[in-house]
C-alpha cells in the first residue's frame, strides 16, 4: 500500500461569507492510496471551526503507518484504526476512508451505492447555497443560479432581513436557511424562525449556538417549521444528545470521519425519526462524489461545494435540474479531468 497526498487550492468563484467566516479560497488536501495495481482517491477539507487546517490533515497523514492497513476491505478496522491515531482529525480520517472506500469499489468493479443496495434513481435534489452579501449581490447570486430549484440562503448576521427580502425579490423557489449559530437568543431566534415561516422558508439548520442545546430545544417546540443540527451533531456520538432538541441532523463527511461513520449516523438518525440531511463545506468532486454514493438515503442534499469553485481537478456527480446524477463508474465515481 502506497499512501501519497498534497495540498491544493480550490479557487471560489465568488467570496463565501458565513456567519463566522469569509473567504476566495479554500485550501484542501488530495490523498491517493495505490494498492494492488489500483488507486483509491480520497480528500480533506478541514475547517478551523472543527480545528483543522492543512498543516493539522499533513501531521495526521504522517502518522499514518500505512502497513498497518493491509487489506482495505477491512472497513472497521482501518476505521479502528485511524480513530486510534487521534478521536479529532476528522477531516484527515475522513480522506483516507474515502480512499479506502473508492479502493473497494474499484477492486470490485461496481459504485458505491450499489455494495450498500442504493439506487441511482432514488438520488434526491441538491440546494445551491448563497453566501452573505449585500443585497445587490445576492440577487446577482440568485440569478446565476437560475438552474438550482433549491436555494440555501445563509443567514446569522446582522442584516438577515436585507438578504431575504432580496433573495425573495428575485425568486420564489423552494428556500432553506443556514444560520450557522448566528442567533445567541432564543426569543430572538424565534422572532426570526416564525419571521422565515412567513417567507416560505422549508426548514432551519443550526439557528443557535452549538453549546445552547436547551435553548434549542425550547424554540423547536415552538416553531413550526423543521430545525436542523449541524454544528451540534460533529460524529456519531453526538446523534443522540440532540434527540429533542432538533427534527433532523445535517452529516458531513469532513465532520464525521468518513463514509463509514456516516452510514452508522444515517441508521441512528432513522432509529429516532430525525431526519437526515448531508451537507459539505467547499469540497472539490472527490468528496462530493463520495458523499453523493449515500444521497438516496437523504430527505434533503446539501452537496454544492464543488458547484461553487472553478478550478476543480476531478469530475464525478453531475448535477441535472438540481438533482444529483450518479455515474455507473466503480467507487465513489470520480475521474481526473484530463486524465484517468
Ligand atoms: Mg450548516
Given amino acids: ?27 484542501v488536501v488530495f490523498v491517493e492510496l495505490e494498492h494492488d495495481g489500483i488507486t483509491g482517491y480520497g480528500e480533506a477539507a478541514p475547517s478551523e471551526r472543527y480545528g483543522e487546517t492543512p498543516d493539522t490533515v499533513i501531521d495526521f497523514l504522517k502518522k499514518v503507518e500505512i502497513e498497518k492497513i493491509d ?14 491515531l487521534s478521536s479529532k482529525d476528522y477531516s484527515a480520517r475522513t480522506a483516507i476512508d474515502i480512499a479506502l472506500h473508492d479502493w473497494v469499489g474499484k477492486a470490485l468493479g461496481i459504485p458505491l451505492y450499489k455494495m450498500w443496495g442504493l439506487s441511482p434513481d432514488d438520488t434526491p435534489k441538491t440546494t445551491f447555497t448563497i453566501g452573505i452579501d449585500t443585497p445587490e449581490k445576492i440577487k ?17 448576521g446582522e442584516n438577515d432581513e ?20 448566528g442567533w445567541t437568543i432564543r426569543e430572538i431566534a424565534l422572532e426570526k424562525i416564525v419571521w422565515l415561516q412567513r417567507n416560505e422558508v422549508e426548514f432551519v439548520e443550526q439557528p443557535m449556538p452549538a453549546d ?3 435553548e434549542t430545544a425550547w424554540l423547536r417546540e415552538r416553531a413550526s417549521i423543521p430545525v436542523i443540527a449541524d454544528e451540534n451533531v460533529v460524529t456519531l456520538y453526538d446523534v443522540p444528545r440532540v434527540r429533542g432538541a432538533f427534527d433532523g441532523i445535517n452529516i458531513k463527511l469532513m465532520k464525521c470521519g468518513g463514509l463509514n461513520a456516516a452510514l452508522k449516523m444515517i441508521y441512528t438518525a432513522k432509529s429516532m425519526k430525525m431526519s ?4 459539505c463545506m467547499v469540497e472539490s468532486s472527490v468528496a462530493i462524489s463520495a458523499a453523493a454514493q449515500l444521497s438516496p438515503l ?18 464525478g456527480v453531475m ?19 484530463g486524465g484517468t
Fill in 1 to 27: 500500500m502506497k499512501l501519497r497526498y498534497h495540498t491544493y487550492d480550490l479557487q471560489l468563484q465568488h467570496t463565501f461569507t458565513i456567519a463566522r467566516e469569509s473567504s476566495d479560497v479554500s485550501t
Fill in 71 to 84: 487489506d482495505p476491505f477491512l472497513i472497521e478496522r482501518n476505521a479502528g484504526y485511524l480513530e486510534s
Fill in 140 to 156: 446577482e447570486k440568485v440569478r446565476e443560479a437560475e438552474q438550482y430549484p433549491l436555494l440555501k440562503i445563509k443567514l446569522g
Fill in 162 to 181: 436585507e438578504i431575504l427580502d432580496a433573495v425573495r425579490s428575485v425568486t420564489d423557489k423552494v428556500l432553506r436557511v443556514d444560520a450557522n449559530e
Fill in 212 to 214: 445552547m442545546v436547551l
Fill in 276 to 279: 437526515i440531511m448531508m451537507g
Fill in 298 to 315: 437523504l430527505d434533503y442534499a446539501d452537496l454544492d461545494g464543488n458547484l461553487l469553485i472553478t478550478n476543480d481537478p476531478f469530475e
Fill in 319 to 337: 448535477v441535472e435540474n438540481g438533482r444529483l446524477i450518479l455515474s455507473d463508474k466503480p467507487g465513489i465515481g470520480v475521474t481526473k479531468k
